[in-house]
Nanobody, 122 residues
Framework: QVQLVESGGGLVQPGGSLKLSCAASGSIFSIPAMSWYRQAPGKQRELVASISDGRSTQYADSVKGRSTISRDNGKNTVYLQMNSLKPEDTAVYYC????????????????WGQGTQVTVSS
């Protein structure tokens, strides 16, 4: 079985910073892509940032220039460094990973973490 476990959320003042982490564990062969999504109350889940195993990245316009996604392939971990946080960044942040396992074979399966709350407020 594969699990994604997030950490690093919390309460931060506007203008502050947070670093989220998500570690994948289990019978993992490779992880072609890892991403962060977020969902604010009453809104749809949206992509925040993603990174390939070759470290190509993409960002939502709303966080571009303020956030950095990175990964440690040896630890099967993805990070999201968020700076200059705004109240509108308040949401539950979810880790997502496309993972190849011995069972899935060549085609990766999608896995989600349980989510971590980020609240930006004074």
């Amino acid at each position: 079985q594969v699990q994604l476990v997030e950490s690093g959320g919390g309460l931060v003042q506007p203008g502050g910073s947070l670093k989220l982490s998500c570690a994948a564990s289990g019978s993992i062969f490779s992880i072609p892509a890892m991403s962060w999504y977020r969902q604010a109350p009453g809104k749809q889940r949206e992509l925040v940032a993603s990174i390939s195993d070759g470290r190509s990245t993409q960002y939502a316009d709303s966080v571009k220039g303020r956030s950095t996604i990175s990964r440690d392939n040896g630890k099967n971990t993805v990070y999201l460094q968020m700076n200059s946080l705004k109240p509108e960044d308040t949401a539950v942040y979810y880790c997502n990973a496309a993972i190849r396992t011995r069972v899935s074979g060549f085609y990766p399966q999608d896995y989600w973490g349980q989510g971590t709350q980020v609240t930006v407020s004074s």
